[in-house]
């Protein structure tokens, strides 16, 4: 029976085969600034390396597979990070110091709600990277409220709209750390949703019952792109595949489910 190649791993082989080289260079950046209502706390991260992929989709290769290749059914790309050390970092024009190789960041910071932040940074042999985003509003869960019990077909979420917010995104997950159940994140454009029964049930969908914490965080920018999408899409940095986004993180909801 003849195996497909995955979608993703094809649009990969697209952008490897359109570059004439047997190695695909790019740096990847992601970075992000959050104000955090529920601890007080302002930071700024960044995380940059040097992704390496080698071309296995040869021009030989191409013409002439070898029968039974497996090369593209275990997705095997030879890829390697090399974190990016001794880069100047800034945010609005404040340092961020370089806490471990490839990772820079900066507490206890100043941010105030609907301000443009600005992110530079030169690496040590000269390359640039920019980025830009806004600080959205604060806002606040409406429903459910603090240790609210719902049957699990019955929790709606609402939040208070947040200015310069592009996205929320929602998030439910066990208090306990042992619990089996799945948990669950989505992102939306509006201020209220219904959490699917499975975010409270394991993967054979046997319901979890018990504590739950229930977070809505408001996003303006890039946040949480998967290495795919950086590859193909490019992120919104100048310079960088990678993305950089500003958000804002009211106090998270503890709340419970009953049978």
Request: charged share 15%; with cysteine; net charge negative.
């Amino acid at each position: 029976m003849r195996r497909l190649v995955p979608s993703g791993l094809a649009l990969l082989l697209g952008l490897l085969t359109t570059n004439c080289d047997d190695v695909f260079r790019t740096m990847l950046v992601t970075a992000q600034v959050v104000r955090t209502l529920g601890v007080p706390s302002n930071t700024a991260s960044v995380l940059a390396g040097d992704l390496t992929l080698e071309n296995i989709f040869t021009e030989d290769w191409l013409e002439n597979p070898e029968p039974g290749d497996t090369s593209l059914w275990s997705m095997p790309l030879p890829a390697r990070v090399t974190p990016v050390e001794g880069a100047d970092v800034t945010l609005n024009g404040v340092q961020l110091g370089q806490k471990l190789p490839g990772i820079y960041g900066r507490a206890a910071l100043d941010l105030d709600y609907l301000t443009r932040y600005d992110l530079a940074m030169t690496t040590a042999d000269g390359r640039t990277v920019s980025a830009h985003g806004f600080l959205p509003d604060s806002f606040a869960i409406v429903t459910p409220g603090q240790g609210a019990v719902r049957h699990p077909d019955s929790v709606l979420v609402t939040w208070t709209h947040s200015d310069s917010c592009e996205t929320f995104l929602v998030g439910v997950q066990p208090a306990d750390s042992g619990s089996t159940a799945q948990g669950w994140a989505d992102s939306f454009t509006d201020t209220t949703c219904t959490v699917p029964r499975a975010a409270f049930s394991d993967s054979l969908g046997q319901l979890q019952p018990g504590g739950y914490v229930l977070s809505v965080m408001a996003v303006n920018g890039g946040w949480n792109k998967s290495g795919l999408d950086l590859l193909l899409q490019g992120g919104n940095l100048d310079g960088a595949l990678g993305t950089f986004g500003c958000a804002v993180l009211p106090l998270p909801v503890a709340l419970v489910i009953t049978e």
